[in-house]
C-alpha cells in the first residue's frame, strides 16, 4: 500500500469513518471517477489546488465533478492572489501527486473551501490519494475533515 494512500486511511480512521476505500481501473479525471463507480459526474469531489501568490502556499479548492473553478471568484474567496499550483508544490504540501489528490491525509493542514453543490448529494466520491483509489463518503462530513467553507467559487 503506497504512503499516500495509508495517509488517507488513517485520516478516514482518526475520524472515526468507515474506511472503505476502492480500487478502480483509473480515476484520475472526475469523469474516469464516476465512470468507474457508477455515479453521477456531479458526485465526484475534485480536489483543485491554486498556488497562494502572497505565502506560497497551497489552498484547495473541493468542486463538484462537472465544475469548473473560476480564478477569479476562488480568488475573491481565499483573499489573496492565486496562482497555478505546479506538480512539485502539490507534492510538496499535500504528499499527493496530480491526478490522486484526496481531500483528507495531507502532509499538513491546508485551507480549504468547499462548493455548495457537493452538499447536495448524500454520497460523494473523492481520490483516496492515488490515481486508482478512491472513496465514498456522506459530503457534509468533509467540512469538518478539511476545515472548508462553502463558498462559490464556481464556472457558470
Known amino acids: 500500500m503506497s504512503k499516500s494512500l495509508k495517509r488517507v486511511k488513517a485520516a478516514l480512521e482518526a475520524a472515526g469513518l468507515p474506511v472503505d476505500i476502492l480500487e478502480v481501473s483509473q480515476a484520475r479525471t472526475a469523469q474516469e471517477a464516476a465512470d468507474s463507480v457508477g455515479c453521477h459526474l456531479d458526485q465526484i469531489a475534485k480536489s483543485i489546488i491554486f498556488r497562494a501568490e502572497d505565502t506560497g502556499q497551497a489552498v484547495l479548492f473541493l468542486t463538484a465533478g462537472g465544475n469548473k473553478v473560476c480564478a477569479e471568484k476562488a480568488t475573491r474567496v481565499a483573499g489573496t492572489a492565486l496562482g497555478k499550483a505546479d506538480a512539485a508544490l502539490i507534492r ?47 459530503p457534509h462530513v468533509l467540512p469538518r475533515l478539511t476545515a472548508a467553507d462553502q463558498a462559490n467559487f464556481v464556472e457558470k
Open 92 to 138: 510538496a504540501q499535500t504528499g499527493f501527486a496530480i491526478g490522486g489528490v484526496s481531500p483528507v491525509g495531507h502532509l499538513s493542514p491546508i485551507r480549504a473551501w468547499i462548493d455548495p453543490r457537493l452538499l447536495e448529494f448524500e454520497q460523494v466520491w473523492a481520490a483516496a490519494g492515488t490515481p486508482r483509489h478512491v472513496f465514498a463518503i456522506d
